[in-house]
């Protein structure tokens, strides 16, 4: 077995990332010689003592972190720059700190101004996740095969960028690596608009009178069915994402809703043209994704 | 075994629905004593020879409808009237002709002017499909345990009706029946509406400057890879559905927009609560299908 990465690693939170990452630094035993958790809820402390993931389980995330060289933000990414301010004058120098938030940029904005000097802010985003979340949705297989997207910032110091890719390595996840505003813009299309269209059509199905309402969810599996999968995401971490992300889901949001007018456009004046290219490029955009198989 | 339902049923038409029924009708015995099988191109013709699933194979529509009691539309809607026009003077007196469209407001308006005295138009829509399509692409358990609506007309005759219930029961599905305008808004919030954002989306993603499009086609799996799977659909179906359901697909779209353009909204003006409230409604609607084994 190969060295631990880290001696003392502490996550923060302790929802389907984190417990996932906790599951995979146990079975591995290369992640971490100790793993301590934190999380402010009594009763989620209490399960991960239950589930027996954690060698040492913290209320208070400031004596959680002292002289641990590693510490994970797995909390939603709107609590990070109070989370920061807390823990910050605890940190030990040299400490790597990097987190698994679906925002990138917020992630710069808030935690860089805070970092102490001397602590390395490596932000990352593994790009895994489930419908379920909480301690017990975890499972040590989550990040198998997935990527995982770097963000180093351009003094990030090289040992430490390179300490978190082998973490994610070991967690059986691809790496790639992104400035923080090409990863943001990404996400946006791939996933946070994704998620958006997912919510609203969800949305303004409910809005629907009842008797229409009873239809739809009977008859759900011709299409809508494949919508609400992604709606069953967790309130907060999706609130922090689509407030952290804004520009970037704004823009997104505004060209497929400039692209959706369009369509309903050359429905309303019968423009069989336009309306066969639409079908034709999803088409070929799910023939891309099947040669490369993402699909 | 029960009685065949036809003595002669004759598909115009057979693509993925078409080959389907075929398939269950030959294994199944009890459907239709012939099955006769008429599209138009040569090589879909030779193609359902090979495949053995069609007892007559005509090219010519009018001859194949000759003495059948039974005739099945399975033809993108667009192309309906068109082929009724040609077939009409050969129906046999008696005969039920139905249907398989995604649509069906557009069924009544294009056929009802043009059935001869005698012929019993009983509109239906199987619910059930694959991304896949053509001759081969079919099989005989398509329609199990599958919806199948049935959209009467106030005069149809209910031996007719109950006929062509009969014929889905033995297909497997389970039947609904209910007038054609409640249908086709069902369908343009189930299923018309998500393959038009699912068609719009990856338009909005080809568009994208090739890097970031690169970069969507290998995170896809966060989410954008569920809305690409139903964009896989037959371009002239799709597009006969679009023209065919204009009114209903239009205001659902309308809906879905402005509960789209308010979600945006709150996330440039930084409306936390209005978000949770969005996310929160997802999961109820998830949940609903879940709880219906719908999900």
């Not at 003094?155 to 300490?163: I, T």
């Not at 790639?176 to 943001?184: K, L, N, Q, R, S």
């Not at 369509?263 to 040669?291: M, N, P, T, V, W």
């Amino acid at each position: 077995m190969a060295e631990p990465l880290f001696n003392r690693l502490c996550l923060v939170g302790i929802g389907l990332i984190g417990s996932s990452i906790a599951r995979v630094a146990k079975k591995r035993g290369d992640i971490a010689k100790t793993i301590v958790v934190t999380t402010r809820r009594a009763e989620t402390l209490q399960r991960v003592r239950e589930l027996g993931i954690a060698d040492v389980v913290e209320a208070d995330a400031a004596r959680a972190v002292e002289g641990c060289d590693g510490v994970i933000f797995c909390i939603p990414v709107g609590a990070y720059a109070d989370a920061m301010r807390h823990i910050a004058p605890h940190l030990a120098p040299g400490a790597v700190l990097t987190d698994v938030g679906s925002t990138k940029g917020s992630v710069v904005r808030d935690l860089a101004p805070l970092m102490p000097e001397g602590v390395h802010l490596i932000p990352a985003h593994p790009m895994a996740g489930t419908e379920h979340s909480g301690p017990d949705a975890g499972f040590p297989e989550l990040f198998e095969g997935r990527y995982c997207i770097v963000t180093p910032l351009p003094v990030s110091d090289p040992a430490a960028v390179e300490k978190v890719k082998e973490l994610w390595r070991r967690c059986g996840s691809m790496i790639e690596t992104m400035d923080p505003i090409t990863h943001d813009k990404v996400v946006a299309i791939v996933s946070h608009l994704p998620h958006l269209i997912a919510f609203t059509i969800c949305g303004t199905a409910d809005d629907l009178a009842e008797e229409t309402k009873e239809a739809v969810l009977k008859f759900a599996a011709s299409g809508f069915r494949d919508f609400t999968r992604i709606a069953a995401s967790d309130v907060d971490m999706w609130r922090d994402v689509f407030l952290n992300n804004r520009e970037a889901v704004l823009e997104m949001l505004s060209r497929f809703s400039e692209d959706a007018h369009a369509f309903g456009r050359a429905i309303r004046r019968g423009e069989a043209g336009f309306i066969e290219d639409r079908i034709k490029r999803g088409r070929k955009i799910r023939r891309s994704l099947i040669e490369r198989k993402q699909a």
